[in-house]
């Protein structure tokens, strides 16, 4: 069974930072594409940031700045390190693999998500 566990959302005063987490497991985590999304109330779900299994990196132009990503073969485990908090970084922040079964399928996974509020 695949698992995808997001922590360490909460609430954080603007211009604060949050460190994000998701373990993962039932998927072969080296070979998977990671990726967080974000969705705000009443909003669809946006991309955030992704990191291949080969390490290449790709953010959402407006948060490359702030946001980083980075992922832990070893754990199983892909980050997203959030700095210089802003409002509009209200959201529930979702993680997503996207990895190839045996068959050749693709196959995408999500997590529960986990709420950040940023509030002074």
């Known amino acids: 069974q695949v698992q995808l566990v997001e922590s360490g959302g909460g609430l954080a005063q603007p211009g604060g930072s949050l460190r994000l987490s998701c373990v993962t497991s039932?998927?072969?985590?080296?070979?998977?594409?990671m990726a967080w999304y974000r969705q705000h109330p009443g909003k669809s779900r946006e991309f955030v940031a992704l990191i291949s299994a080969y390490g290449t990196l790709n953010y959402e132009d407006l948060l490359k700045d702030r946001f980083t990503i980075s992922r832990d073969n070893s754990r199983s485990m892909v980050e997203l390190q959030m700095n210089s908090l802003e409002p509009e970084d209200k959201a529930v922040y979702y993680c997503?693999?996207?990895?190839?079964?045996?068959?050749?399928?693709?196959?995408?996974?999500w997590g529960q998500g986990t709420q950040v509020t940023i509030s002074s």
């Open positions: 997503n693999a996207v990895t190839m079964s045996a068959a050749g399928r693709v196959e995408t996974y």
């Open positions: 039932g998927i072969f985590f080296a070979c998977a594409s």
